[in-house]
């Protein structure tokens, strides 16, 4: 559902081809994200299949295969629109966790102070590269919603950090 929504909501802001749906998915969640481009292939195919999405075009740049060009089409705004809604009536607080950390008292304890430092040190790298994009790219509303998700959530996991260091 979540890749749908997101192929649609890009659509929506203009004709893409495959390659450059996942290029804005990068450049606006960098590697917070793991979509592969299978998974946005098969879902611009479902979608075509289904009459939200058509091609309206090709690209050839020399040297590289020809790539089609998708727009989205009445039916797939409203199914858009459908999805969006349902996915927050639903309401559920998900984000991808990262499970292996359950074992993290089975390092050793020079193991675990490298893990804590390089952590923290990666997590403030990011806090300030999303701080550098909302200002420097004056964002729109959209993109801005999930920079300051992101950044409260690392934030969150800053103290977090913090917490086992102390114990």
């Known amino acids: 559902m979540k890749i749908e929504i997101t192929i649609l909501g890009l659509l929506m802001e203009g004709n893409l081809y495959g390659y450059e749906i996942k ?7 960098e590697d917070y ?14 979608s075509v299949e289904n009459g939200w999405v058509k091609r309206v075009g090709t690209e050839k740049e020399s040297g590289n295969p020809e790539r089609y060009v998708y727009e ?3 039916a ?4 858009y629109k459908k999805l969006l809604k349902q996915y927050f009536d639903t309401n559920f607080i998900h984000f991808d966790v990262d499970i292996v950390l ?3 008292d089975n390092l050793t304890e020079e193991q675990k102070e490298q893990f804590l430092e390089e952590r923290t040190s990666l997590i403030k ?11 420097k790219d004056a964002v729109d509303n959209s993109y801005r919603h999930i920079l ?3 950044e409260h959530h690392l934030k969150a ?3 977090w950090l913090k917490t086992l260091k102390s114990s």
């Open 23 to 29: 290029k804005k998915i990068v450049e606006r969640l």
């Open 33 to 46: 994200v793991d979509i592969k481009f299978g998974s946005i292939y098969y879902a611009i195919k479902k």
């Open 72 to 74: 989205i089409l009445p």
């Open 76 to 79: 797939g705004k409203k199914h």
């Open 102 to 104: 359950m074992f993290f």
């Open 125 to 135: 790298d990011k806090i300030d590269s999303i701080k550098d994009k909302i200002e």
């Open 148 to 150: 300051s998700y992101l």
């Open 157 to 159: 996991e800053l103290g």
